[in-house]
């Protein structure tokens, strides 16, 4: 087995074995940005004298909560009780990249915790359906306020959770590198195939003051096809095709929710509507 330009990759997320999975910190910073775009739009709404509705982060509404107190706000009782946020949290300007590695390491934040209606209101079920609810919100709220830096951290946080998603696929953060659904799915079909790895990238990071590649680990098929083209073209195939629900459940739902992520991320960052 094979790896190649993996090692950064592997160190973050590999690190975060014992915590919670790496996209839900990204999903956390991700909710935030969406609530800060919407209560942006609300005020500039109220000072123009037209309508508009926050429907984002209930029980801040109104509040100007800080990070953390917008992740406990979103959380059920017990759960948000038993968060160990740092000092990082406690602003309404987190960092994307920094905040979401100091969550997954220290605060104890459980995903499974999260209260649909206190993120959004509305359409918030099934998971997709919130994530395009609270993205068609923003789009809406980019028509009142421009909030240029609001939706490049919100689409940043988006984008850095699509490829913690990827990253799953392949190697799952609570096992080993390469024992992901996706990596035990492409065995089951292609038996013979060493395989390897590499690293791939969505983007660019710009939300700091030093850029980042936005990175995920993936399966290096142009690797272990050799310069085979039709051994290749097989492999791309295979990447398209859903993978069964009841053999592999997790790459299933990685897969669809990156391709989610990923569909909606483009959308705010052309700014075009759905």
Not at 17 to 25: D, E, Q, R, T
Not at 48 to 72: E, K, L
Not at 135 to 159: F, G, I, M
Not at 227 to 254: C, I, N, V
């Amino acid at each position: 087995m094979k790896f190649i330009n993996t090692i950064l990759t592997l160190f973050v997320f590999i690190r975060t074995m014992h915590c919670a999975p790496v996209s839900s910190a990204y999903e956390a910073l991700f909710f935030y940005y969406a609530y800060q775009i919407d209560a942006a739009a609300a005020a500039r709404a109220a000072a123009d004298g037209v309508p508009w509705t926050q429907t984002i982060g209930q029980r801040c509404i109104g509040a100007d909560c800080s990070f953390v107190a917008f992740v406990q706000s979103i959380m059920k009782e017990d759960a948000a009780a038993e968060l160990t946020p740092t000092a990082l949290g406690d602003t309404t300007s987190p960092n994307v990249y920094n905040t979401a590695q100091d969550i997954i390491e220290n605060w104890n934040y459980d995903y499974k915790q999260l209260v649909a209606d206190n993120i959004i209101t509305g359409k918030n079920k099934p998971w997709s359906v919130m994530i395009t609810a609270i993205v068609d919100k923003v789009q809406a709220a980019r028509a009142v306020v421009p909030s240029a830096d609001l939706v490049q951290k919100c689409t940043t946080a988006l984008r850095w959770a699509q490829a913690a998603r990827l990253t799953d696929m392949v190697g799952d953060v609570m096992a080993d590198p390469l024992t992901g659904e996706r990596t035990k799915a492409f065995i089951a079909e292609f038996k013979d195939v060493d395989l390897e790895a590499i690293t791939r990238t969505l983007g660019t990071d710009q939300t700091d003051s030093e850029s980042r590649a936005i990175e995920f680990l993936d399966l290096d098929y142009e690797g272990m096809a050799g310069g085979d083209a039709d051994q290749l073209a097989k492999f791309m195939a295979w990447t398209e095709t859903t993978p069964s629900k009841k053999e592999f459940p997790s790459y299933r739902r990685h897969r669809e929710w990156a391709l989610l992520y990923d569909e909606k991320a483009t959308v705010m960052e052309t700014g075009c509507s759905n």
